[in-house]
């Protein structure tokens, strides 16, 4: 059975949240779903289980309570809310690693409409890096709608 990653990163922890909190109340009633949480502030009650990875990046730091985590999840998708500072081609290489074949991955970069100076690089590597890409400022509705509607 192949399985589902959706990673969502951005700088915003409050938009990363709205959107991961559509992405459950849309794919709930047709599928099981673990949220994995290793963004800069926890994302409270998402309504589905949800495991807390705190103490560093997923991509580094956590790589291997990641790789560890994954085959033990039963759902069948796994929503993933990112650290800000996450680095985002070493998130693909640990996704890789984790995921192997039996899991297809998807990931939404919510980027700074008008980023300062010293966000640009960080947008930019996400852009870089991300399946779809939407302004922060998208409702998360639109983000979710536009996001699933993405070939595997």
Same mark, same amino acid.
């Given at each position: 059975?192949?399985?589902?990653?959706?990673?969502?990163?951005?700088?915003?922890?409050?938009?990363?949240?709205?959107?991961?909190?559509?992405?459950?109340?849309?794919?709930?009633?047709?599928?099981?779903?673990?949220?994995? =949480?290793?963004?800069?502030?926890?994302?409270?009650?998402?309504?589905?289980?949800?495991?807390?990875?705190?103490?560093? &990046?997923?991509? &580094?730091?956590?790589?291997?309570?990641?790789?560890?985590?994954?085959?033990?999840?039963?759902?069948?998708?796994?929503?993933?809310?990112?650290?800000?500072?996450?680095?985002?081609?070493?998130?693909?290489?640990?996704?890789?690693?984790?995921?192997?074949?039996?899991?297809?991955?998807?990931?939404?970069?919510?980027?700074?409409?008008?980023?300062?100076?010293?966000?640009?690089?960080?947008?930019?590597?996400?852009?870089?890096?991300?399946?779809?890409?939407?302004? =922060?400022?998208?409702?998360?509705?639109?983000?979710?709608?536009?996001?699933? &509607?993405?070939?595997?």
């Amino acid at each position: 059975m192949m399985r589902q990653m959706i990673v969502v990163m951005g700088l915003s922890e409050q938009r990363k949240g709205d959107v991961v909190r559509a992405l459950v109340a849309h794919l709930l009633p047709h599928a099981s779903i673990t949220v994995l =949480d290793n963004g800069g502030l926890p994302l409270g009650e998402t309504g589905t289980p949800t495991l807390r990875f705190s103490g560093g &990046c997923i991509c &580094c730091e956590l790589a291997y309570k990641l790789i560890k985590t994954l085959p033990t999840l039963e759902s069948e998708v796994v929503l993933l809310n990112t650290s800000p500072f996450i680095d985002p081609p070493l998130m693909q290489r640990t996704l890789a690693n984790a995921c192997g074949e039996r899991w297809t991955t998807r990931v939404i970069a919510l980027l700074e409409h008008e980023p300062p100076p010293l966000l640009r690089y960080p947008n930019e590597r996400m852009r870089a890096h991300a399946d779809v890409t939407f302004s =922060d400022e998208t409702p998360a509705e639109e983000v979710v709608n536009a996001a699933l &509607c993405l070939p595997l």
